[in-house]
């Protein structure tokens, strides 16, 4: 506790104590990245309000209150946008010692190409914080950057410092609250060193390969899946020629991070430090927007929350109980109600019985009568009608809601859109002026950014009038030619098809909360991801593959049994087509696609495979126990091929042993007199071989006598076998 | 529409010409009334009996039932009765007797051929809707300058003081009232003190300084309510007992200043001042609860803060106000509510000059009881004595803050500012 | 004068930033910029009192609005401005002397009535004061301050009094400022040294093997506690560790260190030990006018606890902790809710805030409030470094310390 109010003081003067060293930073106006759109094709993401303040405001004040002296803004989707606020706004021409200025470059398409630039231009002199103009934090670099300088001077490989923060994933979804996938770390405990990242962790695979180097260089590191990167990173001079000098370096941890993590020619280390008790996050996607909106009204960004007029341009705000921010001129009827950790914009007028419930409402909104108002975000400017609903939406400027418009969860709505009258817009849907661009890019690709990105262009009409009718995946063509007669009422926008990943991964990144179905899904698969997390892999096997889940804590016997049962069912029911003619080598194929499903060993697979046959062979008629006999030995003669694609090790021939003893015990007591004949039979047949029966009985001398019986009746084939062996030595 | 019935009753009266009647009414006289200006010539005899000590309801309380328009017939005749029934000579009566001669005789030195009467000045004033009697008494004395043919100074005075004497005895139960006689008669000695050249320029300085209080005391109502509705919070539940204009300025500016609060009025029997004030907060759109007297500490614990106004405030801090705060307050002081008064300052300020200046009450019986006639519904067995009195004292330890146009004071306050004036 | 500017800007930033906190240090951050704003302040030729009146409070309705929880800072403004009208009232004084003015006070304070900011009640309250007390008691005699003291809209009242004084214009207008500077010199001395002049007491309050219970960290009352400890009296001091900020780990440190036998409990046991303490000692945010108290949280607790055992409860603060406001709803609006990490660590319960799983609503709520309002009639002393005083007196010293048309800083042009 002490340390943490050391920590909040320390923060307080920073700025003095580290006057000495000129601090730089480079902040990334432009996330290269598409999940914002189809906002960001109209304004740049680091301009969008963020609890009514652009979210470039939190990152500079952060750099500012770190004792940052120069911040380069690097823009490039938007340039202009960009520059023409920072201009207007406070940091300009801020007193004291914290200056801005932005790069600007029209043809990078990736932080890589960025950083190039930024490398070219040779502004950067020291150590440097890389922040992208996204990120929320109000921690305390200065222990962070003592680390880092330390580091340095005992190994100047140390180029970067990643700066993390303990936040557990959801257990069930697998994603973190910032909705994106877990990310697997790991990590040497003493240095800190980060030896293995990787963010795009699939949970069908339930192994990630470690490099056996890293274990036999390092005595111990920890696996975490339970920390989330804040994408705040002090690197020193050497990671922008790092990046100039490998030109296909694009994306800052996909291939910068794990590109250095791999190669140890170079031998560059990257380091983490990680935050306790202060806030840092990134805006990444709709999810962790709405996230990190709620952690400010929730105060956990302290003191950028609204009510400290941080950045001095927003008005001054009120705060009730139950965390209800409200500007001075909200004009609010007697009978609207605004429910918990809700936050008001000035010269907001909100009419008679509106309920508004953990939203954001910009300025000068106008919000009609019975309008419901759940979770959602709403910018500036927007006009909503009466008997709206909305549930965490996303409303842009401008916007027109005409009465009883109804958004259903995760939908976008981009700038200036108008909606008409008793229109449902289906949920996730991203409505724009902007047509849809044709083709799907994928993550790489750049803000779009046109000469005229600013204006827009004359919007075509299509009908949201009849989106209920639209299956809910509306595809823009056919929508739009169907009727664009009713534009008066309709109103103004296309309906873009859902991006990349599909309808089904839309939930993944938007605002709304998972739908319940989806946790259904995941509360059937995950009892079987328990102890994930912080696994100390000391004792791995050296082939250095980690089972990640444990199913033996996830199925119990019973079900055990019942798959190996129906397992073989299945095999037999497939051998039974084999005699039906089917051409063998198809049967194996069939027999180890079954396997792989069931996930069952050779082994199984070989005693089930060889039941079948006993079977098949007890099914032919027989009035003696010689008859029956012969019976086998055709059978196995004439399978022989067959079982033995199955009996690739010894293992599997004593599991058919095994099995054969228990048929010969439970299911099929015939073959009990006939044991060690027919297992004589395998051997001549060499189905098994004779170290396969050996080691069999061997493993039988231990047992109880109810089950020696069989040793016992093959003793003398046993014995035979013994001595042919060792005669065979000798 | 009361109003309406109530004039009609008096109308029918006055046909009648009943002497026996002691009612007096001074709508009778009242001077905007086409029907009675000028006023007959038997009005005089009515006026010489007036105020008749014997009838228990003191004046006061009959015409300012009358303003606060929810008078009803019966409550008239009901008052007729209590006439009737009651006989016992009240301690005010040499007095009064004294006051209503000399008032006749302001009236005829004053008066040159057409009969003047401070009472018909006061009540028309009082009349208007957002006068405070104080300031209606002053602007009445004013009158009373205006119509005299004083030569001098002396004479002047005199007669100011025989016409403030009247209206005080007249009623001697108004904090207000004589607070304003006296406030106004101190600052015409005061100016008579500096000798002015010419007696007509003092005259005009006293008439002009008169109307200046109108507007003085409008500006400290306006003080008073942008003092109060700071603590007034969006959501909260405010209980108001009995109609003051004060208390009404606050909320409304409140209410103008798009806080959304509640308020809770009692009914304020006999007089319904409760209802009076509902209808004007209704009017203004804030939702209004209204409940009985007797249901206060049943709704307290919902109620955020108690309003109140004042008629006087008394130099232990303590303020007398209508009948029913002293236990509201009790109750909000019992739930740890915070009980709030608004009072313009002259009170306290003509309280410590004047009567009361050296009031300290220890109990309710130390005060001069404000009496009034109470409408029981039913008719009152004979024997069955009734409390009529028409104010009670709250102590100080039961306020919390006091609203003046001084600022805002703790009681504690109030009774230091006071003695200190004093010495 | 932009370099006044650029340090007033500064200063806005940095309480806006919250980069300085308590009562102390902005008190004295303000006094100084204060000071140095009236030293740049060229005087006209008139009316010197309104122009500096004017600028304070151009600057001080900045600073008040930038820091609303930050009581000092206000305090300070008004404390300043008072400062100014005692210089020029008593220079008028002097200046006026001798002059027959009549009743021509009555006239001044009416015209100066009617255009008046709708705004500053307060203000009117004020002028109230001197129109309805002239006549009320005040003699003749009285009425020259009186006058003097009433133009609050500096502009009006003050050239009325630059009618009268034409002739010493020149040697006041060199006087006044100097003298406002001289006096704001002294109020940063007193603010400096209010800890001494309040611990100089100690003494009188602290006897032999009491047991005093403190909650949190206060350096007013560590200095008061070392003090009698100085004076050699043997005492013992419960110290209740003030979540969640801890401070009273602190205090318990620093007064081992000096000596003092000491015992931290924790802020639950606060009613536990009450019993055997003999009196409650603790510091405060802000003083307000009716006696009631702002500080820390968890202290109206202990205020309770004590009433409830008769244990007398006394707060010591210096004078420029001091508010001439009255509260009200100030659980709420004096209120400033700190950071949850405070409180819980965000990474083990970054579960519980996943927001995506539990139908968008935050289940988790973690409120940090930093103060506790002490209603007046829980606080048996308050020892300043005037001496001590019960609750009900305070609105004398805060008459002593601010004139009433200060009440609302606002500019006239602004309202």
């Not at chain 2, 009675?36 to 006026?47: E, H, K, R, V």
């Not at chain 3, 309705?61 to 009581?71: D, H, K, R, T």
Request: proline share 5%; glycine share 6%.
């Amino acid at each position: 506790m002490a340390q943490k109010k050391g920590h909040r003081s320390l923060s307080s003067d920073d700025p003095e104590e580290l006057a000495r060293v000129p601090l730089q930073a480079v902040l990334l106006a432009d996330s290269f990245a598409t999940k914002f759109r189809p906002i960001t094709l109209e304004r740049p993401k680091v301009l969008l309000p963020l609890v009514n303040a652009p979210m470039i405001d939190y990152t500079l004040a952060w750099l500012e209150s770190v004792g940052v002296e120069e911040a380069f803004v690097f823009c490039c989707a938007h340039s202009q946008q960009v520059k023409d606020y920072l201009n207007k706004s406070q940091w300009m021409k801020q007193p004291g010692t914290f200056t801005v200025q932005p790069i600007e470059s029209h043809d990078s398409i990736s932080a890589g190409d960025a950083l190039r630039v930024i490398y070219n231009l040779g502004v950067i002199c020291g150590d440097f914080v890389l922040v992208s103009g996204d990120t929320i934090s109000n921690m305390s670099l200065k222990e962070a950057l003592q680390e880092h300088k330390e580091r340095r001077k005992k190994d100047p490989l140390a180029v970067m410092t990643m700066v993390i923060k303990h936040s557990k994933p959801s257990s069930l979804t697998h994603q973190t609250r910032l909705g994106n996938d877990e990310i697997l770390m790991a990590i040497d405990p003493d240095t800190k060193e980060l030896l293995y990242y990787e963010d795009k962790t699939d949970q069908s695979q339930r192994f990630i390969t470690l490099d056996k180097m890293l274990l036999a260089s390092t005595p111990t590191l920890h696996l975490h899946n339970d920390k989330q990167d804040c994408y705040i990173d002090i690197c020193s001079p050497e990671v922008l020629s790092l990046f100039t000098d490998n030109f296909d370096y694009q994306h800052l941890r996909r291939h910068f991070v794990k590109g250095l993590l791999v190669d140890d020619l170079m031998g560059y280390k990257i380091f983490t430090h990680e935050i306790h008790s202060s806030y840092a996050a990134r805006i990444d996607n709709f999810r962790s927007y709405d996230t990190i909106s709620k952690d400010i009204i929730q105060r956990w960004t302290y003191p950028m929350v609204p009510d400290v007029q941080y950045f001095g341009n927003c008005s001054q705000m009120k705060l009730d109980r139950l965390g209800i921010y409200k500007a001075p001129e909200v004009d609010q009827s007697r009978t609207a109600q605004i429910r918990a950790f809700s936050l008001i914009g000035n010269g907001t007028a909100i009419g008679d019985h509106s309920v508004i419930s953990n939203s954001v409402i910009g300025q000068s909104c106008t919000i009609g009568r019975n309008v419901s108002i759940q979770g959602s975000y709403i910018w500036d400017n927007v006009i909503i009608e009466d008997d709206c609903k909305l549930s965490h939406a996303l409303v842009c400027d401008g916007v027109h809601l005409r009465a009883g418009v109804v958004l259903e969860p995760g939908v976008i709505l981009s700038f200036k859109v108008e909606v008409g009258q008793k229109i449902v817009i289906p949920a996730y849907s991203k409505v724009s002026l902007l047509p849809q661009p044709s083709k799907q890019d994928s993550d790489e690709e750049l803000e779009y950014a046109d000469a005229n990105s600013g204006v827009v262009e004359s919007p075509s009409i299509t009908s949201i009038a009849n989106t209920r009718n639209v299956d809910p995946v509306p595809d823009s063509p056919d929508a739009e030619h169907s009727d664009t007669s009713e534009v008066g009422i309709s109103g103004v926008g296309y309906i873009w098809s859902t991006t990349e990943g599909g309808h089904e991964e839309e939930w993944r990144h938007s605002i709304a909360p998972i739908p319940a179905e989806k946790l259904m899904e995941f509360c059937l698969s995950a009892h079987t991801d328990l102890g994930v997390s912080n696994q100390d892999v000391n004792s791995l096997p050296a082939s250095g593959e980690l089972q990640l889940d444990s199913e033996s804590t996830g199925f119990d016997d019973g079900e055990d049994y019942k798959d190996s049962a129906d397992f073989e069912k299945e095999v037999e029911a497939t051998f039974q087509r084999v005699l039906a003619g089917v051409n063998p080598e198809n049967v194996i194929l069939e027999i180890n696609s079954l396997r792989l499903s069931y996930d069952m060993s050779h082994a199984d697979c070989a005693g089930s495979l060889f039941y079948s046959i006993m079977k098949s062979a007890l099914s032919a008629p027989f009035s003696s126990n010689r008859e029956l006999l012969l019976n086998t030995g055709k059978e196995l003669s004439r399978w022989k091929d067959l079982l033995k694609n199955c009996l690739k090790t010894i293992d599997e021939e004593i599991e058919v042993l095994l099995k054969f003893e228990e048929m010969c015990l439970e299911t099929t007591k015939e073959f009990a007199p006939l044991f060690s004949a027919i297992l004589n039979h395998l051997y001549e047949k060499d189905i098994l071989s004779e170290d396969a029966i050996l080691s069999w009985a061997e493993e039988k001398e231990g047992a109880d006598e109810s089950d020696k019986v069989f040793v016992k009746q093959s003793e003398p084939f046993l014995k035979w076998l013994r001595e042919a062996s060792e005669d065979e030595d000798d | 529409m009361w109003l309406r019935s109530a004039s009609f009753v008096l109308d029918q009266r006055q046909q009648q010409e009943e002497p026996s009647s002691f009612f007096y009414d001074p709508r009778f006289y009242d001077p905007r009334d086409p029907a009675q200006l000028p006023p007959p010539s038997p009005s005089i005899d009515p006026m010489d009996q007036n105020p008749n000590p014997n009838h228990g309801i003191s004046a006061y309380y009959q015409t300012r039932a009358e303003h606060h328009a929810v008078v009803t017939s019966d409550w008239l005749a009901q008052a007729q009765a209590a006439v009737g029934r009651d006989a016992a000579p009240s301690s005010g009566r040499p007095t009064a007797a004294a006051s209503s001669s000399s008032a006749a005789r302001t009236g005829s030195v004053g008066g040159g051929g057409k009969p003047f009467s401070v009472i018909d000045e006061f009540n028309y004033w009082r009349k208007k809707p957002d006068l405070a009697e104080a300031v209606a008494a002053i602007m009445a004395l004013a009158a009373v300058i205006r119509s005299s043919e004083a030569t001098t100074m002396m004479e002047l005075e005199i007669e100011l003081k025989k016409a403030s004497d009247t209206l005080k005895s007249w009623d001697t139960t108004s904090i207000s009232l004589s607070a304003g006689c006296d406030l106004f008669m101190r600052y015409v000695t005061r100016t008579s003190a500096l000798e002015y050249e010419d007696f007509d320029a003092a005259k005009l300085r006293l008439i002009e300084r008169g109307e200046k209080f109108g507007e003085i005391s409008l500006k400290a109502r306006r003080t008073i309510a942008m003092l109060g509705q700071d603590f007034i919070f969006d959501g909260c539940t405010i209980l108001v007992h009995g109609f003051s204009r004060v208390v009404l300025e606050v909320l409304k500016l409140a209410a103008s200043n798009r806080k959304l609060f509640r308020v809770l009025c009692t009914e304020g029997r006999p007089d319904r001042t409760g209802l009076r004030l509902s209808n004007e907060l209704a009017a203004l759109g804030v939702p209004v609860k209204l409940l009985i007297d007797s249901a206060v500490a049943y709704t307290m614990d919902e109620v955020d803060m108690v309003f109140v106004g004042a008629d006087g405030v008394v130099e232990s801090g303590g303020i007398i106000n209508m009948m029913g705060t002293y236990q509201i307050a009790l109750v909000a002081h019992s739930m740890n509510k915070p009980v709030y008064v608004a009072a313009e300052s002259y009170k306290n300020d003509s309280c410590e000059l004047l009567q009361f200046a050296r009031l300290y009450p220890l109990d309710q019986k130390d005060l001069a009881p404000a009496l009034r006639s109470i409408d029981f519904g039913v008719p009152i067995p004979s024997g069955v004595e009734v409390e009529t009195s028409a104010r009670d004292y709250t102590p100080p330890q039961y306020l919390t803050l006091l609203f003046t146009d001084l600022g805002v004071l703790t009681p504690s306050v109030v009774s230091d500012e006071l003695i200190q004036l004093y010495l | 004068m932009p370099d006044v500017q650029a340090l007033v800007n500064d200063f806005v930033l940095k309480l806006k930033r919250r980069k300085i906190e308590g009562s102390h240090a902005s008190a004295q951050h303000t006094a100084e910029l204060l000071r140095s704003v009236i030293s740049h302040q060229r005087m006209p030729y008139t009316n010197q009192a309104g122009a500096l009146i004017d600028a304070v409070k151009a600057v001080g309705e900045q600073l008040i609005a930038a820091n609303p929880v930050e009581l000092a800072v206000g305090n300070i403004v008004r404390r300043v401005l008072h400062i100014i009208r005692e210089e020029d009232l008593s220079s008028t004084a002097t200046a006026i002397e001798g002059l027959g003015l009549s009743a021509g006070s009555d006239d001044d304070d009416e015209g100066q009535h009617e255009d008046r900011p709708a705004l500053s009640a307060a203000a009117l309250a004020a002028a109230a004061r001197s129109t309805l007390r002239a006549p009320s008691l005040q003699t003749l005699l009285e009425d020259i301050p009186d006058s003097a003291a009433a133009p609050q809209p500096p502009s009006s009242g003050g050239d009325s009094e630059g009618k009268s004084k034409s002739a010493d214009k020149n040697i006041r207008s060199r006087k006044l400022k100097h003298d406002v500077i001289e006096a704001i010199n002294e109020l940063i001395q007193d603010i400096d040294t209010c800890h001494e002049q309040i611990s100089e007491q100690a003494v009188e309050h602290i006897h032999q093997n009491e047991v005093i219970l403190t909650l949190g960290r206060s350096r007013t009352v560590k200095e008061f506690l070392c003090a009698a400890k100085e004076k050699n009296r043997s005492f013992r001091v419960f110290v209740a560790e003030g979540a969640p900020r801890y401070q009273g780990h602190v205090l318990a440190k620093e007064l081992v260190s000096k000596g003092i036998q000491t015992t931290v409990i924790t802020d639950s046991a606060v009613f536990a030990m009450i019993s055997r303490v003999n009196m409650v000692i603790v510091g405060a945010h802000a003083i307000m006018a009716n006696g009631g108290v702002i500080a820390p949280v968890g202290i109206n607790m202990v205020a309770l606890a004590a009433q409830r055992h008769a244990v007398p409860f006394v707060v010591v603060a210096g004078s420029h902790k001091l508010c001439p406001l009255y509260p009200h709803n100030p659980e709420v609006l004096l209120n400033d809710l700190k950071c949850p990490s405070d409180l819980l660590d965000f990474g083990e319960f970054s579960d519980c805030m996943d927001f995506g799983s539990h139908g968008g609503s935050p289940l988790l709520h973690v409120v940090n409030p930093a103060f506790d309002y002490v209603p007046p009639k829980l606080v048996s002393l308050f020892i300043t470094d005037t001496g001590g005083h019960n609750p009900s007196y305070m609105y004398r010293l805060i008459a002593d310390y601010y004139s009433a048309d200060d009440l609302v800083v606002k500019r006239r042009s602004t309202s």
